[in-house]
């Protein structure tokens, strides 16, 4: 979080003006802050930014990687971790796509796969899927690999106006298993009907 004044999001009084676009954020937002005004906001990270310095809203929420490529991560005033502000699924992840005939590329883009990064994109990937998920839909989620090599995958589905939320993590060897086993459990507390909601909104 951004705030020239270089208050913390728990330090925001009522109707403080948050800028920030995404579903998913908007949802939690409005979940764990309700006293706070979600103001929509659109452009690229320095944009964002001047609207919070110029007064049209009091603080913007980013994605710390984009502060960090600008050179600016010295503005945020908190980075919140992500129990509080879990991310979209696929967050931070680069992928390369390449004709499947071209050998020669392959060959050469080959060392550079991360195969932790990998795992934990296909389990993610697996949940959204289940889910039938899209950019829009306020769906959060994070795999992670644990010093035994398993992973753990927690997630959340929201209403878009952040009253409901649900809840689901496990742990897992297998990255389709374990995306599939969470969105399982997360639709039998319900959340295709939260889903179906968001698509309506």
Do not use: F, W
């Not at 944009?47 to 490529?69: N, P, S």
């Amino acid at each position: 979080m951004v705030h020239p004044a270089g208050r913390k999001l728990d330090d925001l009084p009522a109707g403080t003006r948050i800028g920030t676009s995404a579903p998913r954020r908007i949802a939690q937002l409005t979940a764990s802050h309700p006293h706070l005004t979600i103001v929509p906001v659109r452009g690229n990270a320095d944009t964002r930014l001047r609207l919070a310095h110029a007064g049209d809203v009091d603080a913007v929420i980013l994605a710390l990687a984009g502060l960090r490529r600008l050179g600016r991560e010295d503005e945020a005033t908190e980075i919140i971790d992500t129990e509080r502000m879990m991310p979209a699924l696929g967050a931070g992840q680069l992928a390369l796509q390449i004709r499947a005939s071209n050998q020669n590329l392959l060959d050469l883009l080959t060392p550079l796969t991360d195969a932790t990064a990998t795992r934990a994109a296909l389990t993610e990937r697996t949940l959204l899927r289940a889910l039938a998920g899209h950019c829009h839909a306020p769906i959060a989620g994070h795999a992670t690999t644990d010093a035994a090599g398993d992973l753990r995958l927690s997630a959340r589905v929201y209403s878009p106006d952040g009253t409901q939320m649900l809840a689901a993590g496990r742990t897992g060897p297998d990255p389709q298993t374990l995306g599939d086993a969470v969105a399982q459990d997360l639709i039998a507390q319900g959340a295709n009907d939260v889903l179906a909601s968001s698509r309506r909104s």
